[in-house]
């Protein structure tokens, strides 16, 4: 199989420990798509941090970012926008929660918090992006992306999770990135579903694309794809539930490019 496409995740896939690209990566990334291979970004984050990393990265191609909520086409024009429903938000913004978990949400071109959360910055050292401070009782009117919860213990955001798909039954995509960071969309969001979409204008089919991904907000992208790739420090639920997919290295040693130099033969 000859494929056209690439799609990847970035924290603990295509981003190293610091969240950075080496520069080998960008080197391989940089063959692949001088061979006429498309790359795409498929991530949670926020389309104005991922903005920084296209860049570094030179792509001209479309992005998947907020989990699938968001695509911005090779203009960076918004082209897809999906948010959660004014009455769902309203309900989780009024949810209690330990005082220890650490509530985000993501609406239009903000990220909002409601109290400092210094050590996030280190996700962002590319970008610069950064959450303001904000009282979620002034958003209950104003659409929102998504939700992300992150808390040092996974009891807890395990807890979390099943309260809120408790409390919206079949009306949520709810999912973990990270064992420590539950996000929370609109039911029809995710990855996989932006993908099918961003193909379909690209004249691209399914068999022809390989994704990368680490956790269980990448399950519908890698299960869909020609071929997926879960990487060695990715979640255990996430290669139970795929078995089939092939574990390759870590994120750490550059996992994903030693992985594309091997499809696409790329000499050194």
């Known amino acids: 199989m000859k494929y056209k496409a690439v ?12 969240h950075k690209i080496s520069d080998y ?3 391989v990334i940089k063959s692949i798509i001088d061979s006429g291979v498309k790359f795409f970004i498929a991530t949670g984050r926020h389309h104005t ?12 191609s479309i992005m998947i970012t907020s989990n699938g909520a968001r695509v911005h086409d ?13 009455s769902i938000s309203r309900g989780i913004i009024d949810l209690k929660l330990d005082e220890e978990i650490y509530v985000n949400l993501y609406a239009g071109d903000h990220w909002y918090t409601e109290k400092e959360a210094q050590w996030t910055e280190e996700f962002h050292t590319e970008s610069g992006f950064t959450y303001t401070l904000a009282n979620f009782e002034d958003l209950k009117n104003t ?6 919860y992150l808390h040092e213990d996974p009891k807890v955001m395990s807890q979390l999770e099943e309260k809120i798909k408790g409390l919206y039954p079949d009306q949520l995509n709810v999912t973990m990135s990270l064992p420590i960071c539950l996000e929370v969309m609109a039911k029809d969001v995710s990855k996989g579903t932006a993908i099918v979409e ?7 089919k399914i068999e022809e694309t390989i994704a990368f991904g680490d956790g269980l907000n990448d399950l519908e992208m890698l299960g869909l794809v ?43």
């Open 49 to 60: 941090d991922v903005l920084a990393i296209k860049k570094i990265l030179d792509l001209d």
């Open 25 to 27: 990566t960008k080197t």
């Open 143 to 148: 659409k929102i992306t998504k939700f992300f």
């Open 7 to 18: 799609i990847s995740d970035l924290d603990g896939t295509l981003l190293n420990s610091e």
């Open 198 to 204: 961003v193909l379909k204008l690209e004249d691209i």
């Open 226 to 268: 020609g071929k997926g790739f879960i990487m060695e420090n990715g979640s255990q639920t996430l290669k139970e539930t795929l078995p089939h997919l092939e574990v390759i290295g870590n994120n750490t040693d550059d996992g994903v490019a030693k992985k594309l130099e091997e499809i696409f033969q790329i000499q050194k």
């Open 74 to 86: 090779e203009e960076n024009k918004e082209i897809l926008a999906r948010d959660l429903p004014l």
